[in-house]
């Protein structure tokens, strides 16, 4: 199970933190993405970290503003978001699942999902 946290309402150029509870598995089991929907747009991922040896991919939308992390003792992963931008509004979700690297990007490729958590950039 994974449970999504952290949203909220915050002005641009503001900053959240996600975090991604996951219960029932290990962080090493499999790896993390988050990703994001707004509404009438397709689900995009934005962000992943490996279950083995941790490496990270992000999105060009979101490259040098967002940084994943994850705590093992707390089976934890979090989402630092920093400037954030009204394009950024969105529904975020994690997942968990074991995509191969060059496309960990697809949503097919994980299969637990998060129930969302809603983040709105507005002044």
């Known amino acids: 199970q994974l449970q999504a946290s952290g949203g909220g309402l915050v002005q641009p150029g503001g900053s959240l933190r996600l975090s991604c509870a996951v219960s029932?598995?290990?962080?090493?089991?499999?790896?993390i993405g988050w990703f994001r929907q707004a509404p009438g747009k397709e689900r995009e991922g934005i962000s992943y970290?490996?279950?083995?040896?941790?490496?990270?991919c992000y999105s060009d939308s979101v490259k040098g503003r967002f940084t994943i992390s994850r705590d093992n003792a707390k089976n934890t992963v979090s989402l630092q978001m920093n400037s954030l931008k009204s394009e950024d509004t969105a529904i975020y979700y994690c997942?968990?699942?074991?995509?191969?690297?060059?496309?960990?990007?697809?949503?097919?490729?994980?299969?637990?999902w998060g129930q969302g958590t809603l983040v709105t950039v507005s002044s």
């Open positions: 997942a968990l699942g074991r995509p191969v690297a060059s496309a960990w990007f697809t949503s097919s490729m994980y299969y637990y």
């Open positions: 029932g598995f290990t962080l090493g089991a499999g790896s």
């Open positions: 970290i490996r279950g083995s040896g941790g490496s990270q």
